[in-house]
């Protein structure tokens, strides 16, 4: 089980959603993380390993004023409970994803997005999503 939580709209995104984590905690322990998109479209991804108040730490005083994002609690199905694997995942730095669900798939996904010069950073089936999408 994991959490999603998404925002948008006028107010800053940020608090708004670590505050929506901090009700969906109980469904993932494993890591937790955020992406917010700023008005020069810049993307900020955080994300940490174990409670969400470590996220918190991590992002204290750094969050960017944005008024768009989204927020993931993990509880590991493929790969470790490590930074690495937290979501948010991200393409290029221009696409970010948070799922919840298996890709069954993944892993012919995975080849042929290697194939096409995608570099994978995680253990997870999610980051072909975010590729798949920058594609």
């Known amino acids: 089980m994991c959490g999603i939580i998404a925002y948008t709209g006028e107010r800053p995104a940020g608090p708004i959603l670590l505050e929506g984590l901090r009700h969906l905690e109980y469904r993932g322990y494993d890591s937790s993380g955020i992406a917010l998109v700023d008005s020069a479209q ?3 991804v955080r994300r940490a ?24 609690t993990r509880w ?5 409970p490590a930074n690495r694997n937290a ?4 393409s290029n730095k221009s696409v970010s994803v948070v799922h919840n669900g298996i890709i069954e798939n993944y892993l012919e996904l995975k080849d042929s997005q290697i194939k096409q010069g995608y570099k ?7 980051e072909v999503i975010a590729h ?4």
């Open 120 to 126: 994978f950073t995680s253990d997870t089936d999610t």
């Open 87 to 90: 979501h948010p995942h991200i």
């Open 49 to 72: 390993t174990g409670k969400l108040a470590n996220l918190i730490k991590r992002v204290e005083g750094t969050l960017p004023t944005a008024s768009c994002g989204v927020g993931h």
């Open 76 to 80: 590991a199905t493929h790969g470790e």
């Open 132 to 135: 798949a999408i920058d594609f």
């Open 42 to 44: 810049q993307l900020y």
